[in-house]
């Protein structure tokens, strides 16, 4: 299957500093989607990005299908941003549909 | 609200007792799927169900059971849970297969 990686795995920031954080995929993707699990374990997807680029709040993520990449970024981050941070790319199986997952870049926020 | 609902949120059980964690929407979603997230291996797929009647094998298929007899619910099944399923489950749906995926709260299952 389809193969992605997430860098960097840990990351330790303190509040108001910037991040990015990158995916990158094996193959050709239909759609790429970053999500957020939080310390209670909850899992909220934050982006939908096929390719181009999208914002929201201090948040925004593009993606270069052509290079198999994804970059999502954190500005001013606050302790809320705390978590783990997944990438999924999506592949089409011969009789449905698979999304595979990063193994996610874990981020702690310090005041 | 437009939300995944799973339950239990915990559930705690011995080996070879059958349990179902029941999984339900209220998007009117055509795909839905589950995965089990554990420490090291990140989130991987069990099964999904890209309309009602029809369900196919995810990544770790083994030892699980699904069901999509009606648009909103999808039920995961373990007939005769071991502790190697002692993990954290998730349900997730989005309205198709290629869409904005939106999960559950999540299941933490410790089998005995």
Redesign the interface.
């Known amino acids: 299957?389809i193969q992605v990686e997430q860098s960097p795995p840990d990351l330790i920031l303190q509040e108001g500093a910037n991040s990015t954080l990158r995916c990158n995929f094996s193959d050709s993707v239909?759609?790429l989607?970053w999500?957020h699990q939080n310390p209670w374990?909850?899992?909220?997807?934050l982006f939908?990005i096929p390719s181009g680029t999208k914002q929201n709040g201090r948040l925004s993520a593009t993606t270069v299908a052509t290079e198999r990449y994804s970059l999502l970024y954190i500005s001013s981050s606050q302790t809320t941003d705390s978590g783990v941070y997944?990438c999924?790319v999506?592949w089409v199986?011969n009789?449905?549909?698979?999304?595979?997952?990063?193994?996610?870049t874990s981020l702690l926020v310090t005041p | 609200e437009a939300q995944v609902t799973q339950n239990p949120r915990y559930l705690i059980t011995v080996t070879g007792k059958k349990l179902t964690v029941t999984c339900s929407q209220n998007m009117n979603h055509e795909y839905m799927s589950w995965y089990r997230q554990d420490p090291g291996l990140g989130l991987r797929q069990i099964y999904y169900s890209m309309n009602v009647e029809v369900t196919d094998k995810g990544d770790v298929p083994e030892g699980y059971k699904v069901s999509r007899k009606e648009k909103r619910n999808f039920p995961l099944i373990l007939e005769s849970p071991s502790p190697n399923q002692t993990s954290l489950y998730f349900c997730a749906s989005s309205l198709y297969p290629n869409e904005k995926l939106f999960f559950g709260s999540g299941t933490q299952l410790s089998v005995l």
């Open positions: 299957g239909n759609n989607q999500f374990g909850q899992l909220i997807n939908y997944f999924a999506d199986l009789s449905g549909y698979a999304l595979n997952f990063g193994k996610g």
